[in-house]
C-alpha cells in the first residue's frame, strides 16, 4: 500500500522509471512465448490468447467448481453460492483466471513481479477478464461491488516500487467501472514467503494476524473483490477475507491471475 514513502525511495523508482523507458526505446521487446519482435510489452496477441482461461469459480479449499447467482434481498444484491462442497468460509469462491504450471504464466509473473515490467499489468489483467468474462460475472455486477488488493507490507512495497496486486486490480475495476479501494486491508506482518513454507498447517499459521483493518466503515454492508496475483494455498486470502468478514463485509470473492 502506498503508505510513507521516503524522498530516496521515490527518486530511485523515478530513476528506474527511466532507465526502463530509456531500455525500452533502444531495444525492442521480444515476446517471451515466441521470440517474435514485439511492441509496448514482452507478449504477443498470439501467445497471450492460447494461454489456458478457467471456466468456474472453485472452492478454495477442496477445488470443487462454484456457480455464483444473485438475489436481491432488502434491495442488496445477495451473491449465492451453489456448490455440492461442504466448506462454508469467509471466501465465498475463488476465481484462478489461469494455472502457474503454464511455463508461460510463470515467465510473465516473473518478469511483471521482479524484473519489474509494470506494462504487463495491460495483457496479465487481461487473462482474468478474460475469465470474468466466460463466467456469469456481468450479471453479478451492480455498483455494490468494491475491489480491493491484497496489499503488500510497507517494506516490501517500498523496496519492489509497486504492488503487483493493486496494478491489477486497476485494471480490472477501470474495466469493469468498479469502484477500488487499498485503504480498509493493512498487511502488518512481513511473513515469511509462503512458498518457503512446504505443509499447509505451516502456511495457515504463518498467515495468522498478517493484515489488520483501517477505515472499516468502507467495507460495511460491501461485495468485496479481493484481488492477489499468484495463489498457492489461498492461506493469505483466506486471512483477508476472514478479518474484511469480522468486519461486516458482506460476500467476498477471490480473483487470482494464477493458482500455484
Ligand atoms: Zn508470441
Ligand atoms: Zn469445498
Redesign the pocket.
Known sequence: MPHRISFWTKLHNVFQKLWFFFLETLFPWFCLGCHKEVTNFPICSDCLSKIPIAYNFI?P??G?NVLLSKTIINSKLTIEKV?N???HLSLTALGAATDYSNELVRELIFAFKYNKIVALKTPLSQLIISFLERTNWSTLLDLNWLVIPIPLHRRKYQLRGFNQSELLAQVVAQYFSLEISNKPLVRIKNNQAQASLKDKHSRLENAKGIFTISKPQIVHNRNILLIDDVITTGATMLEAAKILKGNKARQIIGLVLAKG
Open positions: 472452492c479449499i477442496c470443487k456448490s462442497c461442504s466448506h
